[in-house]
């Protein structure tokens, strides 16, 4: 059974007029949690609390096994990057890696071989004698990080640290941060990135309005949302208001536009929201033979590339947002108006309650 490196049971607190409202999660040892939420959904402020520059209104904080919830920031086995990076201006590169521990008024042998092989761990042992102010934000982000790494954290918070760096250097951030947590480094990453999430976390949280809404693997969460909001965050755009309905054994969903999508085996609600995934549903030039998939003709009406390969808008009587290759487009040979057919499988479609 794994170690629980960082828990939160219960956590509340009021900022201002917004609050943050039974915050619980359960982190392993070793994990990479991404905490997601737009700005001002209370994910920073989150942050805040792990690392002690707040205490919680109720609720309890847990950092290896000890309840830290009063404990103060320097006692709390935590090390927090900020936004900005929090730099000092006035001191090299070795000056700030080394501000902790003269905080601690550790030896200056001990300092000086500490600093050096952090230095050499970040790739920036070169840096050393450098002034800060004209650093690039990738230095100034791996400064912060030996800064931080330097005091041997049990659980580094890292506040959007890639918000701050350039396009052009974010994956060599993320090559390092995925590289601290394999030597075991716990890490809480907050971002509003749904990219980053995905490509850095074994586990993730999505945070709206101070509260928590769905947590896990993030394969998992981003396939089930539980919510409107997460599937929006998961940029899935295929969402229809329907009404459930069983017939002979089988469950379909009816739309407004009187669209029916037959589902997979389970129990539905009288009504809510059917959402499903772009990448899900397939392109057909002829009429595909698939009597246990869902299959409409369709029109094109708009071709634009993406992230993806190309996004293809059809009419079916419902509108579908479909993400498919470069090569799957050059082989359907399609333009905006050809006729084609789509399908997608009944465990495709994902139902919500209500209003999602």
């Not at 943050?20 to 805040?48: A, H, M």
């Not at 009429?287 to 009406?301: E, F, I, M």
């Amino acid at each position: 059974m794994l170690k629980k490196m960082l828990r939160l049971e219960g956590i509340n607190k009021k900022l201002g007029n917004f609050r943050l409202t039974d915050i619980s999660i359960n982190i392993p040892e070793g994990e990479y949690f991404v905490l997601l939420g737009r700005s001002g959904s209370g994910k920073s402020q989150l942050l805040e609390l792990i690392a002690g520059l707040k205490k919680p209104d109720s609720g309890n904080i847990w950092i290896d096994n000890q309840d830290v919830t009063n404990k103060k920031i320097q006692n709390r086995k935590t090390g927090l990057v900020f936004q900005d990076y929090a730099i000092f201006p006035n001191m090299t590169v070795y000056g700030n890696i080394a501000y902790p521990l003269r905080c601690r008024k550790t030896e200056k042998n001990i300092i000086r071989k500490k600093v050096e092989h952090i230095a050499g761990e970040l790739n920036i042992a070169h840096l050393l004698d450098r002034v800060t102010y004209n650093l690039s934000g990738g230095e100034l982000q791996r400064v912060a990080l030996a800064r931080t790494l330097i005091t041997s954290p049990k659980v580094l918070l890292l506040d959007e640290p890639l918000a701050s760096v350039d396009a052009s250097l974010r994956d060599d951030i993320r090559r390092l941060l995925r590289q601290l947590n394999k030597k075991g480094i716990t890490i809480v990453h907050v971002t509003h990135d749904y990219r980053e999430a995905i490509s850095l976390a074994s586990c993730v949280g999505v945070i709206h309005n101070g509260r928590m809404i769905q947590s896990g693997p993030p394969d998992y969460v981003f396939s089930n949302p539980v919510s409107r909001f997460v599937a929006r965050y998961s940029g899935i755009r295929n969402f229809y208001k329907v009404r459930f309905i069983n017939e002979r054994g089988i469950w379909k969903a009816i739309s407004h536009s009187k669209a029916g999508f037959i589902l997979s085996d389970g129990s539905y609600p009288e009504d809510g929201i059917l959402i499903i995934r772009s990448d899900s549903i397939k392109i057909h030039k002829n009429k595909p033979v698939l009597p246990d998939q869902n299959c409409y003709s369709a029109v094109v009406r708009e071709i634009i590339p993406s992230d993806y390969g190309m996004e293809i808008t059809v009419d079916a009587g419902e509108r579908f947002f479909i993400d498919i290759t470069r090569d799957e487009f050059r082989a359907l040979q399609i333009a905006e108006m050809s006729e084609v057919w789509i399908s997608f499988e009944p465990s495709a479609a994902v139902a919500l309650n209500g209003s999602g």
